[in-house]
């Protein structure tokens, strides 16, 4: 299994942000889970590769080459990529990984989460997404999807294809066992592409 993981460049301003990013990376290369994320060596990203590399975990970095230039990249990954756009590292990680993690972090993290699970509803992929919700960092984000299933923009089904945990151990136990919905606009006989 190679999980996607999106998360901050930045450390943010709590310290448990950055130990948790270092401990998941750790972990998942103790399950022998590999991991696919955007190729850099700052915050939070730069963590989690730190943590899998220091216990022998597999690390995919997928990069623009205008943030290698920048000299962004992690100089000690098992693989990097070299892209020349966002859009293609996005493309390139949904290929590579079987499901996607997002940990604490901004804009390009929630852009990058929401892309897989609109593709997931759609029925583009049938790889589960998930919230690594350290210390209740994304309660107001779950309380917005409860928002839009109640105002009817979103599917409960769909809403439920999102897991939110605290604890990188249940989110993998849960994307182990994941069966995803009917696809939104799937027609009577059509089935999910896997």
Known sequence: MILGIFCGSADGTNPIHRQTALDVGRRLAAEGIGIVYGGGRVGLMGAVADGALAAGGRVIGVIPRA???RELAHPGLTE???VETMHERKAAM????DG???LPGGAGTLDEIFEQWTWAQLGIHAKPC???DVG???RSLRAMIDTMVA???TGARHAEMLVFSDDIDTLVARFRAYAPPSAKWTTAGETVKP
């Open 136 to 138: 209740g960092y994304y």
């Open 151 to 153: 105002e009817g923009f």
């Open 130 to 132: 998930g919230f690594l």
């Open 80 to 82: 990097m990529r070299i």
């Open 94 to 97: 949904a290929e590579i990984a």
């Open 67 to 69: 943030l290698v230039d």
């Open 100 to 102: 996607f993690v997002a």
